[in-house]
C-alpha cells in the first residue's frame, strides 16, 4: 500500500487564552512546547493590561540577569498604588533557585503585581510535586485548545 503525501493544508485551529480572566490572586505559568505563542500571548497580555511590555523580563537575556543578579526584585521599580500590574518572567526555570525566587517575590509583591511565568523546556520542574508553589495555576498551551 502506497502513502501520498498530502499538498492541502492543514487546518488552522485557533487557541484563545483568556488571561485577564484566569489571573485574579494568583501566580500562573504558562507552558508548552517551543514556538506554541507562549510569549506572544504574554507580551500581548501586558500590553492589553499596562500598556506596554515593560514588565516582560525574559531570562535569557544577560540584561536581565545582570538587573537580578543587581537587586533580585529589580521589577518592584514599576509598583503603582492601587493597581496590580503584570509581570512576565519567561523561561525563568533556566535560574539556579527559581522556585524559591519566585515564591519569595509572591510572598513579598503578591498584592502588587500579577505574575506570569512561562517556559517550555525542563517542564517536569514547573510540573513536578513536592516543591511546589502553594499558590501556583500552570495552563499548558495544548490543553487549552
Same mark, same amino acid.
Do not use: C
Given at each position: 500500500?502506497?502513502?501520498?503525501?498530502?499538498? *492541502?493544508?492543514? @487546518?488552522?485551529?485557533? +487557541?484563545?487564552?483568556?488571561? @485577564?480572566?484566569?489571573?485574579? !490572586?494568583? =501566580? /500562573?505559568?504558562?507552558?508548552? @512546547? +517551543?514556538?506554541?505563542? !507562549?510569549?506572544?500571548?504574554?507580551?500581548? %497580555?501586558?500590553?492589553? #493590561?499596562?500598556? =506596554?511590555?515593560?514588565?516582560?523580563?525574559? &531570562?535569557?537575556?544577560?540584561?536581565?540577569?545582570? !538587573?537580578?543578579?543587581?537587586?533580585?526584585?529589580? %521589577? #518592584?521599580?514599576?509598583?503603582?498604588?492601587? +493597581? +496590580?500590574?503584570?509581570?512576565?518572567?519567561? *523561561?525563568? /526555570? !533556566?535560574?539556579?533557585? &527559581?522556585?524559591?525566587?519566585?515564591?519569595?517575590?509572591?510572598?513579598?509583591?503578591? *498584592?502588587?503585581?500579577?505574575?506570569?511565568?512561562?517556559? =517550555?523546556?525542563?517542564?517536569? /520542574?514547573?510540573?513536578?510535586?513536592?516543591?511546589?508553589l502553594a499558590h501556583e495555576r500552570a495552563h499548558g498551551v495544548d490543553d487549552l485548545g
Amino acid at each position: 500500500m502506497t502513502m501520498m503525501a498530502s499538498t *492541502e493544508a492543514l @487546518p488552522y485551529v485557533e +487557541r484563545i487564552l483568556d488571561l @485577564p480572566s484566569l489571573i485574579q !490572586k494568583k =501566580s /500562573h505559568f504558562l507552558l508548552g @512546547p +517551543r514556538q506554541t505563542g !507562549k510569549t506572544t500571548l504574554a507580551r500581548s %497580555f501586558l500590553r492589553s #493590561e499596562s500598556g =506596554s511590555t515593560d514588565l516582560y523580563f525574559n &531570562w535569557d537575556s544577560l540584561k536581565i540577569r545582570q !538587573k537580578y543578579r543587581e537587586n533580585p526584585y529589580f %521589577f #518592584e521599580q514599576a509598583r503603582q498604588p492601587r +493597581r +496590580r500590574l503584570p509581570v512576565v518572567f519567561d *523561561e525563568i /526555570h !533556566k535560574v539556579r533557585k &527559581w522556585k524559591s525566587y519566585l515564591k519569595g517575590a509572591y510572598d513579598e509583591y503578591g *498584592e502588587d503585581f500579577l505574575f506570569v511565568v512561562t517556559g =517550555s523546556g525542563r517542564l517536569d /520542574h514547573f510540573q513536578r510535586g513536592g516543591d511546589s508553589l502553594a499558590h501556583e495555576r500552570a495552563h499548558g498551551v495544548d490543553d487549552l485548545g
